[in-house]
Nanobody, 128 residues
Framework: QVRLAESGGGSVQAGGSLRLSCIVS????????MAWFRQAPGKEREGVGA???????SYADSVKGRFIISQDNDRNTLYLQMNSLKPEDTAIYYC??????????????????????WGQGTQVTVSS
C-alpha cells in the first residue's frame, strides 16, 4: 500500500512559480513510476509528467520547458516545480503512483486508469 499526500498549492499570478510536494508513505525506488496529474473544472484528468527510479522524466507538451519533476528518495518526496505559470494551468494537481516494469522506458503513457495510488489533490489557481 502506498499513501500519497500533496501540499504546496495556492494562488499565483501568471508568470509566477509554485512548487508542489508529495510525501510518499514508503520507498518507491526501483518499483514504482511516480507521476503528476491535473484536473481542471469540466475537463478530464490529464498527465502532467512522470519520473522513474533512474530519474528519467517525461512531460506533457503543454508543460514541457516550464515544469520540472524531481524526487528525494531519502525523504520519500516527489516534487513538481512549476514556472512561468499560465491561467490554463489552473487545476487540482494530484500525485500518483503505479508499479513499473523493469523494461519500461519514457515516455510512459500517462493514463489515469493505470495508476492505483493517488493523493487527495491540491488546488493551483493562476490569475491573469
Amino acid at each position: 500500500q502506498v499513501r500519497l499526500a500533496e501540499s504546496g498549492g495556492g494562488s499565483v499570478q501568471a508568470g509566477g512559480s509554485l512548487r508542489l510536494s508529495c510525501i510518499v508513505s514508503k520507498s518507491t525506488a526501483n518499483t514504482y513510476l511516480m507521476a503528476w496529474f491535473r484536473q481542471a473544472p469540466g475537463k478530464e484528468r490529464e498527465g502532467v509528467g512522470a519520473i522513474d527510479s533512474d530519474t528519467s522524466t517525461s512531460y506533457a507538451d503543454s508543460v514541457k520547458g516550464r515544469f520540472i519533476i524531481s524526487q528525494d528518495n531519502d525523504r520519500n518526496t516527489l516534487y513538481l516545480q512549476m514556472n512561468s505559470l499560465k491561467p490554463e494551468d489552473t487545476a487540482i494537481y494530484y500525485c500518483a503512483a503505479r508499479r513499473r516494469s523493469w523494461y519500461e522506458r519514457p515516455p510512459w503513457g500517462l493514463r489515469s486508469g493505470d495508476f492505483g495510488y493517488w493523493g487527495q489533490g491540491t488546488q493551483v489557481t493562476v490569475s491573469s
